[in-house]
């Protein structure tokens, strides 16, 4: 069964960091491209936005507004995928989901609250 899990959500003051953290099982975690994407009130029809990628190499994707000062990064040895965030501003408020594709089908975690204060 695919599981994953984030943890790491918070308030913050606007400038500050975090990191984010999201628990991999049930399927060959290093093998697998894995993605970052957050959810706020504000986008249209309530729908996600992609924030970063990872793929089985490591090799890395990020959407313009968090280039420089977010880091997505991966440990296959514990089936952990993580996203640092710096320099976090209240536009970055939203709820992050972690997600993976397999064989066509998409799974999320349940989520972790991001909450920048200005």
């Known amino acids: 069964q695919v599981q994953l899990v984030e943890s790491g959500g918070g308030l913050v003051q606007a400038g500050g960091s975090l990191r984010l953290s999201c628990a991999a099982s049930?399927?060959?975690?290093?093998?697998?491209?894995m993605a970052w994407y957050r959810q706020t009130p504000e986008t249209p029809g309530k729908q996600r936005e992609w924030?970063?990628?990872?793929?089985?190499?490591?090799?890395?994707y990020y959407t313009d507004s968090v280039k420089g000062r977010f880091t997505i990064s991966r440990d296959s040895a514990n089936n952990t995928l993580y996203l640092q965030m710096t320099k976090l501003e209240p536009e970055d408020t939203a709820v992050y989901y972690c997600?993976?594709?397999?064989?066509?089908?998409?799974?999320w975690g349940q989520g972790a609250q991001v909450t920048v204060s200005s």
């Open positions: 997600k993976t594709i397999l064989r066509g089908i998409e799974y």
């Open positions: 924030v970063a990628s990872i793929d089985s190499g490591s090799t890395t």
């Open positions: 049930g399927f060959l975690f290093r093998f697998n491209t």
